[in-house]
């Protein structure tokens, strides 16, 4: 079984910055894509942004410019550094990675979320 932790939420002012991180953590032999979705309230899920396992990046519209995704592949760890946010991103922010599992082959795998709260 696969989990992924998460962590890097919270409560920042409007034109602040967090860094959001997630691992995977089970019997992982490898790891493709990487990337993080986000979910405001009443809304759907939507994309945020994605890194390729050769570090090739793709981000919404929304967030060019302002949010960076980077990834360590020795830690396993996908990242997501957020600045000039704006009361807009508010969201919970899900981590979702790509990953081959000892025994299950291929799975596409969620985070539990973590909530970023940008006030006024």
């Known amino acids: 079984q696969v989990q992924l932790v998460e962590s890097g939420g919270g409560l920042v002012q409007a034109g602040g910055s967090l860094r959001l991180s997630c691992a995977p953590s089970?019997?992982?032999?490898?790891?493709?894509?990487m990337g993080w979705y986000r979910q405001a309230p009443g809304k759907q899920r939507e994309f945020v942004a994605t890194?390729?396992?050769?570090?090739?990046?793709n981000y919404a519209d929304s967030v060019k410019g302002r949010f960076t995704i980077s990834r360590d592949n020795a830690k396993n760890t996908v990242y997501l550094q957020m600045n000039s946010l704006k009361p807009a991103d508010t969201a919970v922010y899900y981590c979702?990675?790509?990953?081959?599992?000892?025994?299950?082959?291929?799975?596409?795998?969620w985070g539990q979320g973590t909530l970023v709260t940008v006030s006024s």
């Open positions: 890194i390729t396992s050769d570090g090739s990046t």
């Open positions: 979702n990675v790509d990953v081959w599992v000892r025994g299950s082959g291929w799975l596409e795998v």
């Open positions: 089970g019997s992982i032999i490898r790891i493709n894509t």
